[in-house]
């Protein structure tokens, strides 16, 4: 496939976040989600202004002292106005940080939705729920959307870039309210808890009821039962709800961006995600290429050069002054060389070819080269963030 | 501590994108090599395992991938049915088709359930003796304790019934140490680093699976030999006209600024990682084999690549 370069109308990521109020960053593990994420808000931080809130799911410590934060959980933390001085930058507007915690999440939704105290207390208390919002399919997913929602509707932030989650599969996220909703209104669950209700079973389910006994145990299935009629009882706050999230991620203030770096495995997942994107009618706003070589390892004048430095080496060798080393020496270390950019340019290449594969979909495509230390403050993401932002 | 590859079972696991899937499909490689009578066996629903070798799609039902080689991918209603048929000895099979997808439901509602259908589907293979290694493409850091404890949470939460009787053999063979173990995967990278000694204390403290390895992965190549990197400063140094580069440049006729550029990116890369790795080393539970497979560079992730990355394996585990 060919590459289709930026057309003349493309924009820029900086362009793109100024008309936006929510920015997730999705992709495969390990690409660099939420270092993108935290740059991104850190970027828009100082050169758009406003309350920007970086909402990241991944417990990492790294990314709070990177913010010149001791930590941060579930509630927002401002990262200190003086920790972007320090990296040279002045800001604009507010950047906030706050880590997405399932369990405490879960806890609120529930506070939140019991109709009343004594089935709040009950469903709190419940052995099952603590199992259940821990492992519960798309429970961390859905939460994750459930509290962007929640951060959103609350109007106290101008910009929210959030990571989301490693889910197995990337598109699990963005159908986890809509099957949060499904899952409480389906016909099932209604006829699991059939038993807890009414010990009359009708002939339809008993051969179901008698076989999951044999499997799974009457005690254990009344446990869940009961768990669900109580759980039940917020169905009605729990649709609505998920229908609202559903509606905030299509909504024209929301836009995606996929963060991939040019690996087959990443690139093919998040191809996968536009195309996802794409059928939802959800807006691709931007791919981040994270960690690519430099261009240079293309160019194929280069390459000769390389060859020759390989072939040649003890000849080139004797043209450098003497005190560089003896000439076998010499000779080796312009071997080692030449190789070692033959050696990148097949990544290169291989680079090349996935990004002109993922750059057909989208209108801004941003580069991050490969850094060659860690990102450990905000003067680190800030330059990081340069590289997305034009 | 039991060989890696002389274990019935071996869990692979390790932070998203560190080249786990690559690693379990080349251990799996080795050990049909060595002549064991090998599964491989995928968990994540990516389905890319057969695009370690070149085969075509894998589903449920294993298939031949390689001589002595079998890959399959886990599929829970696939793998309830067969315990349902297995087990209750239903006799219209097309019923187990509507019950399975009930119970689908009430494994994906269920605590464990659908964990225990995943990891119980290898226990079994490894119980019945079908192969001499199962390897298990298992799933990420973050969610691999879960799955390996999901027997123990299963004997918690169910007091009775037949799902409960499973797990006492179930736990069994997992705190064999002789027959299971775990091996994560890690990048020389900050991130990934972190994540694999965080994933150690957690399998010993949450699970009864005993960490059998660390692999770590695409580490970079030294590029200099001893007294080398010197000369290869005193190469790239600007500091004076003509610099060496110039020299060079007009003798081979072409850029070699971006050659310099090229290795000096390669030496930082490998410094840094190399702190990584150090503290990978050093913090990692004494006695754990750490095995290292280099960086390849080349064009794609096929066939050849799993076969390399075999020998390389081979090479760090004495074969």
């Known amino acids: 496939m060919a590459a289709r370069q930026r057309t003349a109308s493309a924009g820029s990521v900086e362009q793109l976040l100024a008309a936006k109020e929510i920015v997730i960053h999705c992709g495969s593990g390990g690409v660099g989600k939420t270092t993108t994420a935290a740059a991104v808000a850190a970027m828009a931080a100082v050169h758009l202004g406003g309350k920007v809130l970086v909402l990241t799911v991944d417990p990492a410590k790294r990314l709070a002292n990177a913010l010149g934060l001791e930590a941060f959980g579930n509630v927002e933390t401002q990262v200190p106005r003086q920790a972007f001085l320090d990296a040279g930058a002045e800001p604009r507007g507010e950047l906030w940080a706050a880590m997405l915690d399932t369990k405490e999440s879960w806890d609120d939704l529930v506070r939140r939705h019991a109709p009343d105290a004594g089935t709040r207390d009950a469903i709190l208390a419940n052995p099952l729920y603590k199992n259940i919002t821990g492992r519960f399919v798309q429970s961390h997913d859905y939460i994750a959307m459930e509290r962007l929602y929640e951060i959103h509707a609350s109007g106290r932030f101008d910009l929210i870039v959030v990571d989301t989650p490693p889910t197995r599969n990337a598109i699990d996220f963005l159908e986890a309210p809509e099957r949060m909703a499904d899952f409480f209104s389906s016909r099932l669950l209604r006829w699991l808890t059939v038993p807890a209700r009414s010990r009359v079973l009708s002939m339809a389910s008993k051969p179901f009821y008698s076989v999951a006994d044999r499997i799974l145990g009457s005690k254990f299935l009344e446990d869940i039962a009961e768990f669900f009629l109580l759980f039940q009882t917020m169905y009605k706050g729990f649709v609505i709800r998920a229908e609202a999230v559903a509606r905030t991620l299509a909504d024209h203030r929301t836009t995606f961006v996929v963060v991939s770096t040019l690996e087959s495995a990443p690139v093919r997942e998040a191809e996968f995600f536009i195309d996802a994107l794409d059928d939802r009618g959800l807006h691709l706003g931007a791919v981040v290429l994270n960690k690519v070589l430099p261009p240079w390892f293309l160019d194929e004048g280069t390459t000769a050069t390389a060859k020759a430095m390989v072939a040649d080496a003890v000849s080139l060798a004797k043209v450098l002054p003497e005190e560089l080393g003896s000439p076998d020496q010499v000779g080796r270390v312009l071997r080692e060389v030449g190789e070692s950019f033959l050696n990148f340019q097949v990544v290169a290449n291989r680079e090349a070819e996935m990004r002109a594969e993922l750059s057909a979909a989208p209108e801004v495509v941003a580069s991050v080269p490969y850094f060659d230390h860690d990102i450990t403050d905000l003067a680190g993401l800030l330059q990081l963030g340069e590289q997305i932002w034009r | ?319």
């Open chain 2, 1 to 319: 501590m039991r060989e890696l590859l002389e274990r019935k079972l071996v869990f692979v696991t390790g932070k998203g994108g560190v080249g786990k899937s690559t690693i379990a499909a080349s251990l799996a490689l080795l050990a049909a090599q060595q002549g064991k009578r090998t599964l491989v066996g995928e968990i994540d629903a990516k389905g890319n395992l057969a695009d370690f070798f070149e085969t075509g799609p894998t589903a449920f039902k294993e298939r031949e991938l390689a001589p002595n080689l079998w890959g399959m991918s886990m599929d829970t209603e696939e793998s309830l049915k067969e315990y349902l048929s297995l087990q209750l000895k239903i006799p219209l099979l097309a019923k187990v088709g509507v019950l399975a997808r009930t119970f689908d439901f009430v494994a994906n509602a269920a605590p464990g359930v659908k964990e225990i259908l995943t990891v119980g589907k290898f226990l079994w293979e490894v119980r019945e003796g079908h192969y001499d290694l199962v390897v298990v493409d298992a799933v990420a850091s973050g969610h691999i304790t879960g799955q390996l404890a999901a027997p123990q949470a299963i004997q918690e939460l169910v007091q009775v019934g037949m799902v409960r009787d499973q797990t006492d053999w179930m736990i069994e063979i997992l705190g064999d140490h002789d027959q299971t173990g775990a091996v994560i995967v890690a990048a020389p990278e900050e991130m990934p680093v972190n994540e694999t000694l965080e994933l150690a204390a957690r399998l010993r403290e949450e699970t009864v699976v005993e960490l059998a390895a660390v692999v770590a992965n695409r580490v970079l190549p030294e590029l200099f030999g001893r007294g080398e990197e010197e000369v290869f400063e005193a190469l790239a140094a600007d500091d004076r006209t003509p610099s060496p580069a110039d020299l060079l440049g007009a003798a081979v006729g072409g850029p070699v600024r971006p050659i310099l550029d090229g290795a000096q990116l390669a030496v930082t890369l490998r410094r840094t990682r190399g702190v990584h790795l150090a503290r990978l080393r050093d913090e990692l539970p004494t006695g754990t084999p750490l095995l290292y497979v280099p960086y390849l560079f080349q064009r794609s992730h096929g066939a050849r690549a799993t076969r390399q990355v075999a020998e390389h394996l081979a090479e760090e585990l004495g074969y």
